[in-house]
């Protein structure tokens, strides 16, 4: 029955993992170029990454609301995601490309010389190849936390639950239907209990194990 814990644990670490791992993601390379002969590997904030780690972080606070909420903050980190690797396929060489158009006369008169030009960068490799790690880590995340929320809606479907009701994050209650949250311990509509532990006596506050008085009107646990 529907307590004060999460109703779908099973994929709450894979929210976490994912959420966790959008944050990190921007602080590692997007970037692998080759300057003078070297491997350089560009940081992800250069990128504008924070704003991904943002929609991470709010994910993460999103975990316990509803599904249609957790699924906006994820729409908004892939589109931010597909942005950036867009941003990084695209205009990441763009400061090398300038460096290298500055040694163009140069080049010209060592050309006119028969001596070879000066290549200060040239791309090790094209298109998704040339992606960072940190690029690959976020994709990863993104499909992970897309993998829950779609195992979560269809586990919430399976348990009986209409697809409006798994969207807004809400259950029907066992015993009349009415619309109830994880967070109630009492349905409003029909009065039955939804948490499965022991209650105060008094005032019907849940009760741990351990607990002597009740925390919220100080009753005895008998
Ligand atoms: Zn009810
Ligand atoms: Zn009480």
Redesign the pocket.
Known sequence: MAGREDPFPVFSWLYGLGGLTLVVAPCLSWRNVELLGLSVSLPGLLWHGAWIGLAGFLLAVFRRRCWLLKMSAWLAAALLTAREVRTVLTEGDRPFLQLQLKLSSINEGLGSLGIAPLELYRRTSEGWASLGSGARLALAALAAIALALAAELVLRLARGQTLSLALLGLHA??????R?TSLMHF??????QLSSGPLCSRCGQPLRRSDRFCSACSEPVL
């Open positions: 209650c066992p015993q009349c239907g009415g109830v349905c409003p509509t029909c009065r039955c």
